[in-house]
Nanobody, 116 residues
């Protein structure tokens, strides 16, 4: 059974940086597109960034130019480098498969809090 465990969140001042990690168990990670999502209090979960099995990436408008998604298939790990963080980036961040059909139940995620 595939499991996804997010880590790396924390409290940071506006303008700061964080690097999130998502450790996946199971080889299915290597053969599928992955993505980072986030959910702020009172808001719907939204896509932040996605990456294909070949490394092609796409970003939400809010993440473009500030965040970088990457993957290390040898380590079954997904990353999200977040720079120039803003208070509006405050949310719980989740990783999951990009394909809705493959998507796992949402885990606990990792909390990112950006202070102004």
């Amino acid at each position: 059974q595939v499991q996804l465990v997010e880590s790396g969140g924390g409290l940071v001042q506006a303008g700061g940086s964080l690097r999130l990690s998502c450790a996946a168990s199971g080889r299915i990670f290597t053969f599928n597109a992955m993505a980072w999502y986030r959910q702020a209090p009172g808001k719907q979960r939204e896509l932040v960034a996605g990456i294909s099995i070949h490394g092609n990436t796409d970003y939400s408008n809010s993440a473009k130019g500030r965040f970088t998604i990457s993957r290390d298939n040898a380590k079954n790990t997904l990353y999200l480098q977040m720079n120039s963080l803003k208070p509006e980036d405050t949310a719980v961040y989740y990783c999951n498969f990009r394909d809705e059909v493959l998507r796992l139940p949402w885990g606990q995620g990792t909390q990112v809090t950006v202070s102004s």
